[in-house]
């Protein structure tokens, strides 16, 4: 499978603390992304790293790559209860793949208590 | 700006019965167009994609089936819907020849009894 695993599955933290997600894949890629969704809501894109980048920021967000390991992580730092949701990391399967064809994993579920 | 509309938001549907969910793009031309499924708490499936109008490919054998009848307008539907189809429908639409981010509507929940 292209897909990407994202670990852990489920993640609890308290306001204030740092959340990192990490994710796997397993093909070459020329981009990796991060997306986030709200219970019952579509998916909002928050982060796209090129294969030939390792590292990106966005706001608190931090995105890391690691492409001899076909590994990222997404950093999100001083943590609200506002960052609860479901976050997931997609590959576009690199050269060969259908243009635009994106592979999803299934996602952690961050979860900030107030 | 662009935005992507789904409809319905919510659906509950009997087995056996016809299926249409409907989704339109505004603010942008020639967009490539997608239809996920996401059952619950698992990830996202690709069921079709489209590259211009009347141009459907499908990735997963089932019994549904998507039509673009005009450039922004990406239809799913289904003949008669099976338990296996309640899920999160998903569509999303990404401009065409540039990254590959995706942009994704608000989904339609859809329940087979």
């Known amino acids: 499978s292209q897909q990407g695993e994202e670990d852990p599955q489920a993640l609890s933290i308290q306001e204030g603390e740092n959340a990192t997600m990490n994710c796997s894949y397993k093909?070459?890629?020329?981009?990796l992304q991060w997306y986030r969704q709200n219970s019952g809501r579509g998916l909002v894109h928050l982060i796209l790293?090129?294969?030939?980048?390792r590292e990106k920021h966005s706001g608190r967000l931090r995105v890391t790559l690691d492409t001899s390991k076909k590994s990222s992580s997404l950093l999100i730092t001083a943590s609200r209860a506002a960052d609860t949701a479901s976050y997931f990391c997609?590959?576009?399967?690199?050269?060969?793949?259908?243009?635009?064809?994106?592979?999803f994993g299934r996602g952690t579920q961050l979860t900030v208590w107030p | 700006s662009q935005t992507i509309h789904q409809w319905p938001a919510t659906l509950v549907q009997p087995v056996g019965s016809p299926l249409s969910l409907e989704c339109t793009v505004e603010?942008?031309?020639?967009?490539?167009l997608y239809w996920y499924r996401q059952a619950a708490g698992r990830g996202l499936q690709l069921l079709f994609y489209?590259?211009?109008?009347?141009?459907i490919s499908s990735e997963v054998p089932q019994n549904l089936s998507a039509s673009r009848p005009q450039d922004r307008q990406f239809i799913l539907s289904s003949k008669k819907l099976l338990l296996s189809d309640s899920g999160f429908y998903l569509c999303?639409?990404?401009?065409?020849?540039?990254?590959?981010?995706?942009?994704f509507g608000p989904g339609t929940r859809l329940t087979v009894l």
């Open positions: 999303a639409w990404r401009i065409t020849g540039a990254t590959d981010t995706q942009y």
């Open positions: 093909t070459s890629i020329n981009n």
């Open positions: 790293i090129r294969s030939n980048e």
């Open positions: 997609a590959t576009d399967g690199g050269r060969g793949s259908t243009l635009g064809r994106l592979y």
């Open positions: 603010g942008t031309s020639n967009p490539n």
């Open positions: 489209s590259v211009g109008i009347g141009q």
